[in-house]
Structure formats: C-alpha cells, structure tokens
C-alpha cells in the first residue's frame, strides 16, 4: 500500500477549521483528535465540529478517540461523517463488537494503543479491524518529542500482520517529523500522522509532501517492504 499522510488539526488554529482542512490538499485523510478530559487531560471537539467539518472538506476525516466509553460514542462519529474512527483499547469495554459496529456503519474501525500497551494481548483481534494505531508519544497534546522506544512494537505489529496475511494499516502518532518518520516506515508504518510538522510550518501542503516522500523512499528499502 502507498503512504498515507494525515494531518492531524490538533496544530490548526480551531477559529479556521475549513480553511486549513484546504491548507493540507493533497493529505490523504484529515487526522481528528477528540479529547474529553477524561481518558487524556485535555479537551478539544465533539460531534458537531465533526459533523460540519466533514462537509466542510472532500479530505476524509480519520477520527482518534482519546475519550472514556468509545462504545457508546464511536458510533455517532461515523453518523457525523467520519472516514475512520480509531478507539483505545484502554478504553473500550467490548473492543470486538465494537469494532463490528463501526464497520456496519460504513467507516473503517481503527483501535489506538497508549505507548505502555502491548501489542500481543490483541494479536486475535486484528482481523476485526483497519488500522491499528501505535502512539509514539502520550495521547493528550501535541508537539510532544516522539518515542523511540516504541519502534519495536511497530515491527512487532508489523510481523503479526504479515504472519496473519492482513491488509491492516498500521498508523504511528505522535512527534512524526522529517526527522522521525523515515524510521517509523523503516519499523513498519504506512499511515503517518503529524500535527506540528505540518501545521507548524509555513506552507502545510509542501509539509505534506515533504513528509510523503521521506515515508515512500524509506519504506522502498524497508525489509518488510519487499514483494509487497
Ligand atoms: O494524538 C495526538 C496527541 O495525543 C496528536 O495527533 C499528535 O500529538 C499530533 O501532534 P504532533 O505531530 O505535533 O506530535
């Protein structure tokens, strides 16, 4: 599969959310970060913004759920127009079923994992979903220095995936930069979010680009890579 980039707006001013969903053309997805100050302590948007975003851009959007009951709320943000909805595994009573309903619904089901999580307690689960998403940094904020020791969870999923034949995305979060995102797709990565690292800079779209060309050169020579 191609890279994927996905922007994440938690850098973007939130007076503007149109106007710099349009910043990123060419992103792939526009990454959604929902915090109720419960599961992480911070607080950022809910539904509605969702709702109007989605018909505010043609980029579809890849919502994180950094909240306590994703069973309950997962569902709506499929409603409300999401491409994807990625849940924590920290959080989610009955992960499968879960995962069932956000499919039935029409989005792609997407789990999260906080950094202290271990991928092989989930290794059955994974045919249930699209996308696993490895946070490199704690969920909560952004511009965060990302985690280098969670490398070998991202080759370890990656192996599960291959060993299961799946054609899950695997998805790393958290301090992705030109400086970090060629060894995330050297462990593994294909879906690479970044706030900073694009909204920070003076033209986002060539941030985008930039991003993209790193992750497609390294994943060319990565071993995990070869004959896919
Ligand atoms: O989930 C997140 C924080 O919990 C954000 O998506 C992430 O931190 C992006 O910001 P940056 O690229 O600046 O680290």
């Not at 109007?52 to 127009?81: F, N």
């Not at 059955?124 to 220095?145: N, R």
């Amino acid at each position: 599969m191609a890279v994927q980039i996905s922007p994440s707006i938690l850098s973007a001013d939130f007076a503007r959310l149109a106007a710099e969903a349009e910043a990123v053309d060419g992103a792939d997805w526009l990454h959604v970060d929902v915090m109720d100050n419960h599961f992480v302590p911070n607080l950022t948007l809910g539904v509605p913004i969702v709702e109007s975003l989605s018909k505010a851009t043609g980029t579809p959007l890849d919502c994180h759920l950094m909240i306590e009951d994703p069973d309950r709320w997962a569902p709506q943000y499929v409603e409300a127009g999401a491409g994807s909805v990625t849940f924590h595994a920290e959080a989610a009573a009955a992960p499968v079923r879960l995962a069932r309903e956000i499919r039935a619904k029409g989005a792609r089901a997407s789990m999260a994992l906080k950094p202290a999580t271990p991928i092989e307690p989930y290794e059955d689960l994974l045919p249930e979903l699209d996308m696993l998403l490895i946070m490199t940094v704690e969920p909560g904020f952004g511009g965060q220095s990302f985690l280098d020791i969670m490398l070998p969870k991202i080759r370890r999923t990656r192996e599960l995936i291959s060993k299961h034949g799946l054609e899950l995305w695997l998805q790393v979060d958290g301090g992705v930069a030109e400086s970090t995102i060629e060894r995330c797709a050297e462990a593994g990565a294909d879906v690479f979010v970044a706030g900073s690292a694009v909204y920070g800079k003076d033209d986002p779209a060539a941030a985008v680009r930039a991003l993209r060309a790193k992750a497609t050169d390294a994943t060319a020579s990565a071993a995990w890579a070869c004959g896919h």
